[in-house]
Structures are given as structure tokens and as C-alpha cells.
């Protein structure tokens, strides 16, 4: 494998506009190569980053590109699945968007494409190569705060004004779990390496989508709550509470974006003291990252199994709430 990954996005999503194809401009060791959509008027912006980037009209075009070595895919949520195993059938290498799947369930046929292949196919679940979140975790493991009691943490944003937009429409994907209710319980079971023993929700639905949710969780040995919504002000913390300390993470899921990254350490003794990560960009360190794993077998920090454990929790917090009537 040569040193360059070359990309291909499945896609003008906005994101993909936004963040991702700078990312993937920028890193190290990648290349974006080629862009697939219909819209000539959507791939102006990115043929103005990159003015070699070759365009396909079609996706599968894309794929059955010699010169695309891996492929990015922002797709909605609910076609996510069907062309990641696509991409890997055609020999691609595959970073999905979060979530992979509506259930959790509906990974298993992609980890098992992923096994067949002998590729790298992994969620696009940036937080876990910010360094931010990195020190938070290795805090935990080392004690800085003794043993963890509590987690809250909330992230909500309004969209209400934007009916059509797909994260508003069940037949989507939609809803506020599915769109960030990934980061407030794959965050806490990624920093503290547990799994949730019993889920509960409480959801406010419109129509069939959670515009509002509230999710309780038992760990074993601490509590946790969460809360996501699509209809309150742009706002996010995460805190983790210890029998011995706090640490309070600010802008933990789009730092840089909403704020600059922090973590605030409360500790006996020591007051109050904070660690700063400015200028640092995520989705970078995650291209960076899978670039890695496929030209040198590196360890990439978020798996499919990782993505699937979210994806019970979800799965569990639906269950608890029950359908909308």
C-alpha cells in the first residue's frame, strides 16, 4: 500500500462540505481524489478546494474508480450500511458517518464484510482522536479523581425551522438520539471503558421523531443522565463526577466549533485548574488516524464493535421509552 490514501466521498453533504473533505485535503497522508453526486452546482465548492478532484455522477462510478482507495460516506443515515458493504465489495477501504446502522443488529452484516475483505471499515466518531478526550480517559484510568460516581453531560441544538431537513424525518434516520445521542453514550462508555447494566428514557416525539431526549443509565458503580435535543438552544457539556474530583469538559463534541476544548479538573487541595487544547482539529487527527491504519496496520481507536455498543444503548433507550402514539 502506498504512503497516499486517496479518497472518495459518497455525497455533497454539507458536513462533507464543511468538515470532512478539508479534512481529508489537509491530513497527512491522504488525498481527496474524487467526489460522487449529481449536483454539478454541489461539487463547485469542493472542486474549489481541490481542482483536480474527478467527479462521478453516480456512486458506483465512484466506486469502480481505480484511483479511490478509500471512501468517506455521509450519506443519510439510513443508507449507511447498504454502501459501506458496497464500497468494501468494490475493494474500499470505508469511514461511515455516525450512526452506522438504525439498530444495532443491522451492523453485524457490515462487520462481517469488513472481516471478509480484510479492509479497514470504521464510524466516523471523531471525538475519540481529540486529545481532549484522550487525557480525560487516561485521567480516569489513573485515578485523578477516584472512582467515578456520576456522569451528565448534554448537547442540544434547534433545528425546528428546517422541517425538511433529514434529521427532522423518520424516514431518514431522523431524530435527536440518532444524531447526537451517539456522542453523550458512546463518550461515556468510551472514557470509562464500561457498559450500562439498565437504560431508561423519557422522549418528547414529534411525530416519529425524538425531538427530545433524556436517557438515565446504570454503570456499574456510578449513575449517569443524559439529555439531546433538536428543539433548545446550541449547547454541550459532559462532566464526570468522582468520589475524589470533577472533571468538566467544555465544547467535548464539536471543539473548535462551539467553543475551545478544555478540561476543568476539580481536585482536594489543588482548587480548580484547567487544561486548554486550542488550534486543534479532529477531524484531521481521525483521517490521519485511519490513513494509519490502512498504510501500516496501526490501531484505529473506534471500531464498528465500538459503533454497535452505542447503537445497543440507543436501541435499549427506545425500548424504555416506548413507540409515539
Known amino acids: ?29 491522504a488525498r481527496l481524489a474524487a467526489l460522487a453526486t449529481s ?22 462510478t465512484l466506486l469502480a474508480d481505480p484511483g479511490v482507495d478509500a471512501v468517506y460516506i455521509p450519506l443519510p443515515h439510513t443508507m449507511h450500511v447498504e454502501w459501506a458493504i458496497k464500497a468494501l465489495k468494490a475493494g474500499k477501504h470505508v469511514l461511515v458517518e455516525k450512526p452506522v446502522a438504525m439498530q444495532a443488529d443491522q451492523i453485524d ?16 466518531y471523531m471525538i475519540v482522536h481529540h486529545p481532549q478526550w484522550q487525557r480525560a480517559r487516561q485521567m480516569i484510568r489513573d485515578g485523578a479523581i477516584g472512582q467515578v460516581a456520576y456522569i451528565d453531560t448534554v448537547f442540544t441544538y434547534d433545528n425546528r425551522k428546517d422541517p425538511d431537513n433529514i434529521r427532522n424525518r423518520a424516514g431518514t434516520g431522523g431524530g435527536a438520539l440518532p444524531d447526537i445521542g451517539v456522542y453523550i453514550l458512546g463518550a461515556a462508555r468510551w472514557v470509562t471503558g464500561a457498559e450500562p447494566r439498565s437504560v431508561d428514557c423519557d422522549i418528547t416525539w414529534e411525530g ?19 439529555m439531546v435535543s433538536m428543539r433548545m438552544l446550541p449547547y454541550q457539556r459532559f462532566t464526570i463526577h468522582g468520589d475524589q474530583g470533577v472533571l468538566e469538559l467544555t465544547a467535548p463534541f464539536n471543539a473548535g466549533v462551539y467553543d475551545i476544548a478544555q478540561i476543568i479538573v476539580h481536585q482536594p487541595g489543588m482548587g480548580r485548574r484547567v487544561e486548554r487544547f486550542p488550534g ?29 455498543g452505542t447503537q445497543a444503548v440507543i436501541d435499549a433507550a427506545y425500548a424504555a421509552a416506548g413507540q409515539p402514539s
Request: include cysteine; charge should be negative; aromatic fraction near 10%.
Open 208 to 226: 416519529r421523531v425524538d425531538a427530545t431526549s433524556r436517557v438515565t443509565a446504570r454503570f456499574p458503580g456510578f449513575s449517569y443522565s443524559g
Open 109 to 124: 452484516p457490515l462487520i462481517a464484510a469488513r472481516d471478509d475483505s480484510g479492509l479497514v471499515a470504521a464510524e466516523a
Open 39 to 60: 449536483s454539478l452546482d454541489k461539487a463547485a465548492p469542493f472542486q474549489a478546494m481541490c481542482p483536480d478532484l474527478s467527479i462521478h455522477l453516480e456512486y458506483d
Open 280 to 308: 486543534v482539529n479532529q477531524y484531521k487527527l481521525q483521517v490521519e488516524n485511519f490513513c494509519a491504519a490502512v498504510t501500516s496496520g496501526a490501531e484505529y481507536p473506534w471500531t464498528l464493535e465500538n459503533a454497535k
Open 1 to 29: 500500500m502506498a504512503d497516499i490514501v486517496n479518497w472518495g466521498i459518497l455525497g455533497a453533504a454539507k458536513f462533507a462540505r464543511e468538515h470532512m473533505a478539508p479534512a481529508l485535503h489537509q491530513a497527512n497522508g
